[in-house]
């Protein structure tokens, strides 16, 4: 059984950064496609950036330049560095792990953790 678990959430001004992480249980972490997704008060979830095992890495046009994903696969962990923080930002955010090749689409991911919220101030 595969767990994720995210952290680091909370609330910022416009401007500011703020690095989530996501705990990632058993043993295909170092195999497996993870992202990020995000879901706004009264709007769809939608995709953030998706990692390859081999660490090829894709953002949404709407993060590009100021989010960064990583992965430490020592550590099983699942990074996102959000930088310059915007108010339409705010939302919980869910990290996602599967086996997929595709990593943009909800249904390329198997697991899910429960979320963080993240709030920017303007």
């Known amino acids: 059984q595969v767990q994720l678990v995210e952290s680091g959430g909370g609330l910022v001004q416009a401007g500011g950064s703020l690095r989530l992480s996501c705990a990632v249980s058993?043993?295909?972490?170092?195999?497996?496609?993870v992202g990020w997704f995000r879901q706004a008060p009264g709007k769809e979830r939608e995709f953030v950036v998706g990692?390859?095992?081999?660490?090829?890495?894709y953002y949404s046009d709407s993060v590009k330049g100021r989010f960064t994903a990583s992965r430490d696969n020592a550590k099983n962990t699942l990074y996102l560095q959000m930088n310059s923080l915007k108010p339409e930002d705010t939302a919980v955010y869910y990290c996602?792990?599967?086996?997929?090749?595709?990593?943009?689409?909800?249904?390329?991911?198997?697991?899910w953790g429960q979320g963080t919220q993240v709030t920017v101030s303007s």
């Open positions: 996602a792990a599967g086996t997929s090749p595709y990593l943009n689409r909800q249904s390329d991911y198997d697991y």
């Open positions: 058993g043993r295909t972490f170092r195999s497996a496609t």
């Open positions: 990692i390859r095992s081999g660490g090829t890495t």
